[in-house]
């Protein structure tokens, strides 16, 4: 068995396990246990006898023809991305993005330096921070610096309690890490190893979700401050495929926005100057 072929099994499990039946139109029976659909269901919607989905299941077959992929997809209710990834993990044409090149790298790097006024980072396909400006190292507490990771930093005790979107969030940003990322690459499985410790973590990565929205309108808590605002933009870098340029910005006449340019006015102040209430809030955030 390969790879792929298990690695095609267990998403396929997965999946059934989260679609409802009332989602693939058939009638939930009264004192019915199963947490998604039945094997025999996903069969019988993908007009496929249920032994052969049983093998797909356990890896055990050749690989699936296109027009099967297609049945499993409608039946299980796949969007656009859910299922593109589908055909990816059986045909093993997986996300491997190499490394930059050291000129685009070096100037992203260079234009992040320049890019004062809201905080913005890159990241890569595992979620890793390679470059990032001063606002986003700062207002993040050092969670948005180069060197951390995304993914782990919404994972930690201070994000679930500040962060009140922070359900829907972490849903759409692992499905992002399993979409883009090569499901065999060293580095996702460290990056699993070291989640699997948070139970939340687990059930989340469990559901194989690989599609979520890109963009998102959050709320934090801030102590001594109260709610703000934040609207994070994601974009797609045609230069460097498989990384992703994220830009948080405040909404107009926001708290948000009082706190961004006092932030931003700290970081090219003068040493010594008193802080600014940017500062203070950070400070006082992060306590």
Excluded at 50 to 65: A, H, K, M, T, V
Aim: charged share 25%; net charge negative; glycine share 6%.
């Amino acid at each position: 068995m390969s790879a792929e072929l298990l690695a095609l099994g267990k998403f396929l499990r997965a999946r059934r396990n989260v679609c409802q039946p009332e989602d693939a139109g058939l009638f939930r029976e009264p004192g019915r246990r199963v947490p998604g659909l039945r094997r025999d269901e996903v069969a019988r919607l993908a007009g496929i006898s249920e032994q052969y989905y049983l093998r797909l299941e356990q890896g055990r077959n050749i690989r699936p023809s296109d027009q099967v992929l297609n049945a499993l997809a409608r039946a299980l209710g796949f969007d656009a991305d859910t299922r593109q990834y589908m055909f990816r993990v059986a045909s093993g044409d997986l996300p491997n993005p190499a490394p930059p090149a050291t000129e685009s790298a070096d100037r992203i790097a260079r234009v992040l330096s320049q890019w004062t006024h809201t905080p913005a980072y890159v990241s890569d396909s595992n979620r890793d921070i390679v470059a990032s400006n001063p606002m986003a190292t700062n207002f993040g507490h050092g969670g948005l610096a180069a060197g951390s990771n995304v993914v782990v930093d919404l994972f930690n005790d201070r994000m679930k309690k500040t962060l009140l979107e922070w359900e829907p969030m972490v849903r759409s940003t692992v499905a992002g890490l399993r979409r883009d990322a090569n499901p065999f690459a060293p580095r996702l499985k460290e990056l699993v190893e070291e989640l699997s410790a948070d139970a939340d973590f687990v059930r989340i990565w469990n559901r194989y979700d690989v599609s979520g929205r890109e963009d998102a309108h959050i709320h934090m808590v801030i102590e001594n401050v109260g709610t703000i605002e934040i609207e994070v933009q994601n974009f797609a870098m045609r230069s460097m495929p498989g990384y992703l340029l994220t830009v948080l910005a405040a909404p107009p006449q926001s708290v948000t926005a009082v706190i961004f340019a006092s932030l931003a006015a700290s970081l090219t102040a003068p040493t010594g100057e008193n802080p600014t209430q940017g500062e203070r809030v950070i400070s006082e955030g992060a306590a």
